[in-house]
C-alpha cells in the first residue's frame, strides 16, 4: 500500500468525508482556487492537495500562472490626466454641457 | 446646476469613481490600446452618471460600469474597429471535458517543476498574450483573474449561463498557459531537456 493510500485510509471517515480522487482534485482546481466550489466543501480538495504529490505541483503552478497575470497585467491604472479630463466632463455634464 | 444633480454626483464620486482603475484596465484589454482605453472610458463613467439614477446605491457598481464599458467596446467593435475570431463554444458547457490534466504543466513540471519561468516573463509579454486571446475568453479571464470578480457577477455581465463563464475561463486560462509556456521555452527560461533519460 502507498504512502497516499494509507493517508487517504486514515482520513478516510465516511462516505461524505472520503477523499477526493485525483480526477476530481484537477478537474475541480479552478473552482477551488477561484472560490466557487459546489457540492463539495473546500476543505475535502485542500486535503487533497495537501496530501498528494501527484496534484500539488498542478496547483501550485496554476498558483504561479494567477500570480504571474496580476504581476503582468492587475497593476496598471488610469493615467492622472484621464482622471482630471473625467472630472471636467462629469462637470460639463452636470451644466447641461 | 440643481440640487437634486450634486446629490446624485456626490453619490457617483462615492460609488463609481474609485473604480476607474479597474474601468482603465478593464477597457485596455479590451481595446488594446491606450487611447482608445481612454475614450471607452470616458464614454463608460458619461454614460454610467447619466443614469445614475437607475443605479441602486450599493449593489455592484464595478460591475454596472464594466457593463457599460464593454456594451460600448462591442457597439464600437461591430462597427469594424477591431474584429477578432470567432469563438467556436457549446454554450452553457459546465466543465473542462472528461481529461482534466493540464498538458502545459505535464510539460512544464518535467523541465521546471516549481514554475520559476513564469518570473522570468516581462510584464508587456503577459499583456501581449492576454490581448491576443479572443474577445470572449479575454474579457472572461481579466474580469475573474486580474478584477476578481465571482462567476455569477461575470455571467450576469457578459449575459452568459455560469457554465458559460467556467468554460471559457478553461479554455482562455490554457490558451494563455500554452502562450506563455511556448515564450519560456522560446526564450530559454524553461531548461532545455537534456536527453540522458530516454531510456525511461
Excluded at chain 1, 28 to 40: F, N, S
Excluded at chain 2, 28 to 45: I, K
Excluded at chain 2, 69 to 77: A, E, P, T
Excluded at chain 2, 146 to 163: H, N
Aim: with cysteine.
Amino acid at each position: 500500500m502507498s504512502l497516499f493510500d494509507k493517508i487517504k485510509g486514515l482520513l478516510r471517515r465516511g462516505d461524505g468525508d472520503e477523499m477526493i480522487s485525483c480526477h476530481d482534485a484537477l478537474r475541480l482546481v479552478h473552482e477551488y482556487i477561484d472560490g466557487e466550489l459546489e457540492g463539495v466543501s473546500e476543505a475535502r480538495v485542500k486535503a487533497h492537495f495537501d496530501v498528494c504529490q501527484r496534484c500539488y505541483p498542478h496547483l501550485h503552478l496554476e498558483n504561479a500562472f494567477r500570480e504571474a497575470l496580476r504581476r503582468g497585467a492587475g497593476a496598471q491604472t488610469a493615467p492622472p490626466e484621464l482622471r482630471s479630463r473625467l472630472v471636467e466632463l462629469l462637470a460639463k455634464a452636470d451644466s447641461g454641457g | 446646476m440643481s440640487g437634486a444633480a450634486v446629490v446624485e454626483r456626490g453619490g457617483f464620486n462615492e460609488e463609481a469613481l474609485p473604480h476607474l482603475d479597474a474601468v482603465y484596465r478593464f477597457a485596455l484589454r479590451l481595446s488594446g490600446a491606450p487611447d482608445q482605453a481612454e475614450d471607452l472610458v470616458q464614454e463608460t463613467f458619461l454614460k454610467a452618471y447619466k443614469s445614475w439614477g437607475q443605479y441602486t446605491p450599493g449593489t455592484q457598481a464595478k460591475s454596472w460600469l464594466f457593463t457599460i464599458c464593454r456594451n460600448v467596446f462591442l457597439r464600437k467593435r461591430e462597427r469594424g474597429q477591431r474584429h477578432d475570431q470567432i469563438v467556436s463554444e457549446n454554450i452553457g458547457r459546465a466543465g473542462p471535458g472528461p481529461n482534466p490534466i493540464n498538458p502545459v504543466w505535464v510539460s512544464a513540471l518535467e523541465l521546471d517543476p516549481e514554475g520559476n519561468f513564469f518570473e522570468a516573463i516581462i510584464d508587456d509579454q503577459i499583456v501581449r498574450a492576454i490581448d491576443e486571446l479572443p474577445e470572449e475568453y479575454r474579457t472572461t479571464v481579466v474580469l475573474s483573474d486580474l478584477e476578481g470578480l465571482p462567476y455569477a457577477e461575470i455571467a450576469e455581465l457578459m449575459e452568459v449561463p455560469v457554465g458559460t463563464v467556467k468554460s471559457r475561463l478553461f479554455r482562455g486560462r490554457r490558451q494563455l498557459q500554452q502562450a506563455l509556456y511556448d515564450y519560456a521555452v522560446e526564450m530559454g527560461y524553461v531548461p532545455a531537456r537534456t536527453g540522458t533519460d530516454e531510456s525511461g
